[in-house]
């Protein structure tokens, strides 16, 4: 890619952060574009769909995920303490931009989903940090990452759209551990 190119795409995804941030993911391509400076063939040569603009916004975030799991699993206290402390990571992950908890929540286990690789490196992190609960016998058999991440995004897309404070997600948090734990 030219680099004139290479900066215009760079910008286009660094001004779609803000937009997304501030008006959540169906806000006006043409606001982004016009606010990158570029025209609107430049934004769709770069971003056919409007997933493929999201996907690259959120290309960075996926980095901390793994680490956000381990600090979680690393958490002083019993099981229920880690689980709570994965479930706030997660709730964080996924509420950077308004209106993600949704667009993720809602895409969780669909194979042809835009942004599956995103999906399946949340529902990874929530498999380690539950196969190592499941390994202490902390929680029910039954539980898997697929219905958590489901759970714990549905938690989150009300807070997001509710505009709820950290101590009501906290305790709606607490509600879904106490019923995955033994």
């Known amino acids: 890619m030219r680099a004139d190119a290479q900066r215009n795409r760079d910008r286009i995804v660094e001004v779609a952060r803000d937009v997304f941030r501030e008006q959540g993911y169906d806000a006006s391509l043409d606001l982004v574009a016009k606010r990158a400076g570029v025209g609107a063939g430049t934004l769709y040569r770069h971003f056919p769909r409007r997933d493929d603009l999201v996907d690259a916004v959120l290309a960075p975030w996926m980095e901390t995920v793994d680490a956000a799991a381990e600090k979680a699993l690393l958490h002083e206290g019993d099981?229920?303490?880690?689980?709570?402390?994965?479930?706030?990571?997660?709730?964080?992950?996924?509420?950077?931009?308004?209106?993600?908890?949704?667009?993720?929540?809602?895409?969780?286990?669909?194979?042809?989903?835009?942004?599956?690789?995103?999906?399946?490196?949340?529902?990874?992190?929530?498999?380690?940090?539950?196969?190592?609960?499941?390994?202490?016998?902390?929680?029910?058999?039954?539980?898997?990452?697929?219905?958590?991440?489901?759970?714990?995004?549905?938690?989150?897309?009300?807070?997001?759209?509710?505009?709820?404070?950290e101590t009501s997600v906290r305790a709606m948090l607490a509600v879904v551990a106490d019923g995955l734990l033994r």
């Open 79 to 165: 099981a229920r303490d880690r689980l709570l402390a994965w479930f706030d990571e997660y709730v964080r992950l996924i509420s950077a931009h308004k209106g993600t908890p949704a667009k993720i929540t809602c895409n969780m286990g669909d194979p042809d989903s835009p942004i599956r690789s995103k999906c399946e490196v949340l529902r990874s992190a929530s498999e380690k940090v539950l196969d190592r609960l499941h390994a202490e016998d902390a929680l029910r058999a039954d539980v898997d990452a697929l219905q958590v991440a489901r759970l714990v995004g549905g938690v989150a897309t009300v807070a997001d759209d509710g505009g709820l404070d």
